[in-house]
């Protein structure tokens, strides 16, 4: 069998092993095997398809010509690699040149911007439209000064002036007076002196990111100028032809050279807002009192040292003020009692503040920008008077501070929506911001937290910090005390008691179950005020400034009382076992928030015999004290009854698991314990235990996440018991 011709042997069978050959003999070798035998058609076909001896010259005569290109431009390679051979750029020992991007898609240094020649096309056309609207925008042209097409815009050649009132084309009567001018972003370095006398209709000029040092005395005849906008120039003084523009109430002067502002800005008296952010102003002239218009004043980014708020406070309008990041240490108010009636924003970030003035009221004031700053909090109380006054403060940032605990008057904001305290010396979070009913972003990362769980969210820290009364208020309108009654109050109940005999002297007494007289600024217990009711259940006296509670006084209630409370006030000191004192029926005491750093009990010795002032209770929380430790015998003696003990926020640095050993559920968080107690772990009536926030390392965080079970099982292997 005859083996199929494949195209390798086709071209042997041609005599030619190169190219050229094969082209060469092409024809005698076709004529050839005609002769002999007629062909296939695959072979025929192939035939067919080979190119002419034309084609193949042509396409000969390219190739040739494009090696020559190659071998030429190699040469070329190699002589400027020698001559580049030091450049940091190129490769050595290649004949590719290494190009940056700039090079490759630009050209030259990219930073160094390429002068750019001034962009007058379709000047024409703009000033067209400028004479029918009015605006005339120039901007981003790279202008280096105002084309003197446009300064001879309105000028009109007598001999060209045709009057054709039918005629529907724009005339020169019919042009308006440019009112707006915009020539920001170009090159511009001086105003044409012409610029005020031929466009003295101007209200409003840009001329922002230029290169302007000064402008012209005609500047002072645009008598409308409203608006003028001056910010990203080089003006190292304001020019003394703002003085005399009677009608400029918006002035943009930012991003300059000033250093200080002189006494003349006081004829400037109808300004309404000032911009000189990114300057370096280092003080303010008296003269300033003269801007009683002002609504709106920029000092951002400047070197002022001190603020006279006394000033400020001679501009009735004021509502925005800023003066982020200068070096501001004061604010002066000069011995008086300063008011800015309309402030609604103070932004005083990036200063040097230590303290704020207490006679300062901003009776509008919604945001309050005070962060990196010295702002202290062991100056006491009076630093923070200031918030007292801002009744409707949505914002305040205190971020970056040297806060260590967060003032009272801070608690005092019942609008307050935003609190910003991160980044401060904070150990732990008061649990009675649950009292701002209002807020909802707190903001406390960077600070050295002991007592707030890992993985809580923003809006789950915020509940958890909410403090729920102790007993439901029910009745209100029935215990609402009336401050500017003059008879004792009378509630209807089935019973009636008269403290008097007389007829003409019948007081009646009402049984009051529920009794309210929290938030009504008492300093004491004033018996003649609690007299007023009986049989009392529920008393609650939170939220004022009572300092020290005698037992004696609530002796009226003694055999009704069931739960008391005296959460944020100021005792210091309670006593639980008090000589012939006793309320057999209270379940429930709160003093949270309270400045507690003792609890009166009697002596260790007499311990035994004592009798309980509450016998019964059952819960006690003190919260956010200052207390260093608990009694001894707490909740075998003392309060024998005691299940449920709130201690987190205070000073614990040990715990006696004796003295809560009948405790079911303890919260012992944000204390400063060194550690954990074993025996702790052995209570076998301990239900729920909380711990974080303290400084001992063992047991670890994680594992207090995992629960009171877990720590439970911890500390009974260390106590040396094994579960069973």
Known sequence: MQPRPTKASMLRAGGGGGASASAAAAPSSSKTQASAAPPSNKSKGAQQSRASDGVRAFVAAQRSRLQQGKKEEVKKTAFDDDKDASSPFVKRGTSNKVMTGAQRYGGGDPFEAAPVAPDLSNLKGVIQRAKTSGHLNIANRALQHIPDQIITMYHVDPKSIVVDFSSSDHAWYDDSDLTKLIASDNHLQAIDDRLGTEFGALSSIDFRN???????????????????????????????????????????????????????????????????????????????????????????????????????????????????????????????????????????????????????????????????????????????????????????????????????????????????????????????????????????????????????????????????????????????????????????????????????????????????????????????????????????????????????????????????????????????????????????????????????????ASNGAATSSFPALTDLNLNNNVLSALPAALSTHVLPQLRKLLVNGNRLAELDPDSVANVHVLDVGNNDLAQLPPRLGLNPNLTELIAYGNRFRVPQPALLAQGTAAVIAFLRRRAGVADA
């Open 210 to 604: 230029n290169a302007l040092n000064a402008l012209p005395e005609s500047f002072a005849r645009l008598q409308q100028l409203s608006v003028l906008d001056l910010s990203h120039n080089q003006f190292a003084t304001i020019p003394a032809a703002l003085y005399q523009l009677p009608k400029l109430r918006d002035l943009n002067m930012a991003h300059n050279a000033l250093t200080t502002i002189p006494d003349d800005v006081g004829a400037m008296t109808h300004l309404e807002v000032i911009n000189f952010n990114n300057n370096s102003i280092t003080a303010l002239p008296h003269a300033i009192t003269q801007w009683t218009r002002l609504q709106k004043l920029s000092l951002d980014h400047n070197q002022l040292t001190e603020l006279s708020l006394a000033w400020l406070a001679a501009m009735p309008h004021l509502f925005d003020v800023s003066l982020l990041h200068n070096r501001i240490a004061t604010l002066e108010t000069e011995g008086e009692s300063v008011t800015l009636p309309r402030l609604q924003r103070l932004d005083l970030r990036r200063n040097r503040l230590s303290e704020l003035p207490s006679a300062w009221h901003m009776p509008k004031l919604k945001e309050l920008l005070l962060s990196s700053n010295d702002l202290h909090t062991s100056s006491g109380a009076a630093s923070y008077e200031v918030l007292a006054h801002c009744p409707e403060l949505l914002t305040l940032d205190v971020a970056s501070n040297q806060w260590t605990s967060i003032p009272d008057a801070v608690m005092a904001l019942q609008s307050l929506q935003r609190l910003d305290i991160g980044a401060n010396h904070l150990t732990g979070l008061r649990s009675d911001f649950g009292k701002l009913s209002e807020l909802k972003v707190l903001t406390w990362e960077g600070n050295p937290l002991r007592s707030v769980p890992r993985g809580v969210s923003m809006a789950q820290l915020i509940d958890s910090l909410s403090i729920q009364p102790g007993v439901q208020e029910e009745n209100e309108e029935n215990v609402a005390i009336a401050a500017d009654a003059d008879m004792p109050l009378a509630v209807t109940s089935d019973k009636t008691h008269t403290s008097d005999p007389t007829p003409a002297k019948v007081q009646t007494i009402s049984s009051t179950p529920n009794v309210n007289l929290s938030r009504k600024q008492l300093d004491t217990m004033e018996a003649a005020e609690l007299s007023k009711y009986h049989g009392v259940k529920t008393l609650e006296m939170h939220d004022n400034a009572i300092s020290v509670v005698s037992l004696a006084s609530l002796a009226l209630f003694a055999e009704t009382l069931v739960s008391l409370n005296f959460d944020g006030n100021k005792l210091t000191t309670f006593s639980l076992q008090e000589p012939e004192m006793v309320f057999p029926c209270v379940k429930s005491l709160t003093l949270a928030n309270n400045r507690l750093a003792s609890l009166v009990v009697a002596d260790a």
